[in-house]
């Protein structure tokens, strides 16, 4: 059996929101703890506790939102470290890697060489990996695990792992996503606690009782690899190309490109009634460099999913920062999907409880529907993206490049981002504006005796606003004055300087917040001597 | 035999009818979705009826129709906005809609594949986009665009009955006849004096009225609620 090394980085969505293994953190996503640091799991810090039980354990546990577009882009810099020692290996998720051990354990020297190898090179980038060495991806995984509490790279000896396996807990099933809940819980009750337990049974009476699911956990407790692959290699006119006559320097422009491939690759392959499990992705721009990863996923890949990674993959490398030695200088003009392992496409039970619900599914497919009467680009839906003004807050990216079905979105819910450790200093307190104008109003800002109010530099008011006036007309003809409201209540002016580094995207205003005698609260805005209305809290 | 596969073929034609009136019957108040306590006795039924037509309009009707949506979006719902591009997200979560179950599409722009359509393109496709957003969301929020033909208006309101979503008319629905009419009659703002404090707490009073309610009712209430 194949020889895989499996690196694992402990907790990695808390490690790639920039916290170290003292702070107490968690990442919540759908108020639910996702990962934790071990400074919160000492004080009683557990994945999936709910936001309010983690804070009575932990009371000072600084709480961010979960972004997995943040843990692929961070994960970049763990990925190219370890493709300078093995160039072929497979990203399952952001914090999780496999590679084959054979070749480069035998240019290092040994199993144990080739881990310390690892070791060393990525605990140079600062930060800590696990690193487990087993026949299979599974067992392979339990060790990287199992490594992190002995604080050394674990080896299981080749033919080893009937033994490693047989006294470990069955949770592992669950732990590694190899089996849902239910069927381990299952196993429990039945009094199979270990894995030695479940291989002991003979494999004909698994399969009858708990089906293909069961059959397959038995497989893996008898420390034999999960599903075989498909033994024969995929056909060569699987790859897809997309050649850009035009190099595309927007990423959206790539993914809509990427998207096109996906879903042929998917029907293609959905045709024969395969799935793919491993997909390689090359990107190459207009200048010749090229990113090409190679990711995988057990469950097997749909076209979202597909297009999903080559967005990670496609962030991550924009991500990278200026004057490393791969830094993308050009618009990407090749776009490549290769299905590395296929294997015959079991579908997938639905559950009872939980999971994907019917609502979910229904919607899914009128997504789908609604793409055919309107471009695809005009059926969105939002992702966090950070910022102080409501504007910048949020971004809306097509539907139909997002796997939808995923429980945990990359939508952050601003009630933590807002939070008193939040990541954006200088935002206005809640409520927020109920409506977010994308075209600014202009206005025009009067005091008592008729002058223009202006603000100085250093944020000081030349009147008192006492009335609004709503201009029409445009910058070329000239502004003319249309219907005016009296202020009743203002409030500020807020100043904000954003991005002073950069003089395209520089920006310095001063935010208020002012009421009218109709009842309307408005967030205004004064940038260069003049006024706009940016948001109304309607 | 014979005879009886001559009954079933002469029936077909019945069989639309006879699936109408062999459908389950489901009284208007078992197909309700969930509204905020405090909003809960504007409505005769105690929630959203699904099927039916609402309508938010003055000072606060945004922050209205995002407060009467949270609870049915928050318990597995989808919502749609259609054409609203301008829906502050981040009142809307603070309102407890959860965001990722949230689709906004626009139907302005040329449709997929084709040249821009002669005529006002927009308003063409606004009936259809509705209707097969209503097929698969449970509720919508919308604006109906000026100038639509009653008749185009009086279909998509069956259509949209017989999918069971709820749809949310932001500001003034135009010849829609709308089952609920919510009307933010005032607002008052309290929290910024004279340049200091920040806006803090909303009192709206919300009127309601339409062809469903048995007569009209006004309610207090902080939008934000506490």
């Known amino acids: 059996m194949e020889r895989i090394v499996t690196v694992w980085c402990p907790d990695w969505s808390v490690t790639a929101a920039g916290f170290g293994p003292e702070t107490p953190a968690a990442v919540m996503a759908a108020n639910r703890v996702v990962s934790r640091t071990p400074a919160a799991a000492a004080d009683g810090v557990v994945v999936g506790q709910r936001q309010r039980q983690a804070q009575r354990r932990c009371p000072d546990v600084v709480l961010v939102d979960h972004d997995p577009a943040r843990d692929a882009r961070r994960f970049e810099v763990v990925v190219r470290t370890i493709a300078e020692v093995a160039p072929r290996l497979d990203v399952v998720e952001p914090g999780w890697v496999h590679l084959p051990a054979r070749g480069p354990s035998r240019y290092f020297g040994g199993d144990r060489a080739l881990a310390d190898v690892l070791a060393e090179r990525i605990g140079a980038t600062g930060y800590a990996p696990s690193i487990g060495i087993a026949d299979g991806r599974f067992v392979s995984g339990i060790a990287a695990r199992s490594a992190r509490r002995r604080d050394r790279p674990l080896v299981v000896d080749p033919g080893g792992s009937p033994a490693f396996c047989s006294d470990l807990s069955i949770g592992w099933l669950q732990t590694l996503g190899e089996a849902d809940a239910e069927l381990v819980e299952l196993f429990v009750r039945l009094g199979l606690r270990r894995l030695g337990d479940l291989a002991a049974l003979p494999v004909e009476d698994v399969l009858g009782r708990f089906g293909r699911s069961g059959a397959h956990a038995h497989r893996l407790a008898s420390g034999v690899d999960g599903r075989p692959s498909s033994s024969t290699d995929p056909a060569p006119e699987r790859r897809l190309d997309e050649v850009l006559d035009d190099p595309l320097a927007q990423s959206s422009a790539v993914v809509f490109a990427a998207k096109q491939l996906a879903d042929e690759l998917a029907g293609a392959l959905a045709a024969e009634g395969r799935v793919c499990t491993r997909l390689v992705v090359l990107l190459e721009t207009e200048h010749g460099e090229r990113s090409e990863r190679s990711w995988y996923r057990a469950e097997g890949m749909s076209a979202s999913a597909m297009v999903e990674r080559v967005r990670w993959q496609l962030d991550a490398w924009m991500a990278l920062p200026r004057g490393s030695d791969q830094e993308i200088t050009g618009g990407i003009s090749l776009v490549r999907l290769t299905p590395d392992e296929l294997r015959a496409d079991e579908g997938a039970q639905l559950g009872l409880w939980g999971g994907q619900t019917d609502a979910d599914r229904r919607a899914a497919r009128a997504i789908a529907r609604l793409g055919a009467l309107v471009p695809e680009e005009a059926v969105t839906v939002p992702m966090w993206n950070g910022g102080r003004l409501p504007g910048d807050r949020y971004r809306w990216i097509p539907a139909s490049t997002v796997e939808l079905d995923r429980q945990q979105r990359a939508v952050s819910p601003a009630a933590t981002a807002s939070g008193p450790n939040g990541p954006w200093p200088g935002c206005l307190p809640s409520p927020s504006p109920a409506t977010v104008l994308v075209d600014p109003c202009p206005i025009e800002v009067v005091d008592d005796d008729g002058r223009s109010v202006s603000v100085s530099g250093r944020g000081m008011l030349s009147g008192t606003p006492s009335v609004l006036r709503m201009l029409t007309g445009d910058e070329m003809s000239g502004w003319c004055p249309g219907a005016s409201r009296r202020i009743t209540g203002w409030a500020g002016p807020w100043p904000i300087e954003e991005r002073w580094w950069e003089p395209t995207r520089h920006r310095r205003q001063a935010r208020f917040q002012m009421v009218t005698d109709d009842g309307c609260g408005y967030l205004v805005v004064a940038e260069h001597r003049r006024w706009w209305i940016g948001a109304v809290y309607d | ?226």
């Not at chain 2, 504007?42 to 959203?48: A, K, V, Y």
């Not at chain 2, 597995?76 to 609203?84: F, K, N």
């Not at chain 2, 749809?167 to 200091?196: F, H, I, K």
């Open chain 2, 1 to 226: 035999m014979e005879l009886a596969i001559d009954r079933a073929f002469t029936a077909t034609p019945d069989l639309t009818g006879l699936a109408e009136r062999i459908a389950p019957v489901s009284l208007a108040r078992e197909r309700t979705l969930p509204v905020p306590p405090v909003l809960a006795d504007l409505f005769p039924e105690g929630g959203l009826v699904r099927g039916r037509w609402l309508s938010c309009s003055g000072p606060s009707a945004t922050s209205l129709a995002l407060a009467l949506v949270a609870p049915a979006i928050a318990a597995g719902g989808w919502l749609a906005l259609i054409d609203l591009p301008t829906i502050g997200l981040d009142a809307a979560s603070e309102y407890g809609v959860p965001l990722e179950r949230i689709v906004r599409i626009d139907t302005a722009g040329p449709a997929a594949g084709t040249a821009v359509p002669p005529g006002d393109p927009h308003h063409r496709r606004w009936p259809e986009v509705v209707a097969a957003a209503a097929d698969g969301f449970d509720v919508l929020i919308v604006r109906v665009p000026a100038h639509l033909p009653p008749a185009v208006l009086r279909k998509l309101s069956t259509r949209v009955q017989r999918r069971g979503a709820v749809v949310v008319v932001l500001g003034d629905p135009g010849s829609m006849a709308c089952d609920v009419e919510l009307d933010t009659v005032s607002a008052t703002w309290t929290g910024v004096v004279g340049g200091a404090g920040h806006l803090a707490e909303r009192r709206v009073t919300v009127g309601s009225s339409g062809r469903r309610m048995p007569g009209r009712c006004r309610r207090e209430l902080l939008l934000p609620g506490p």
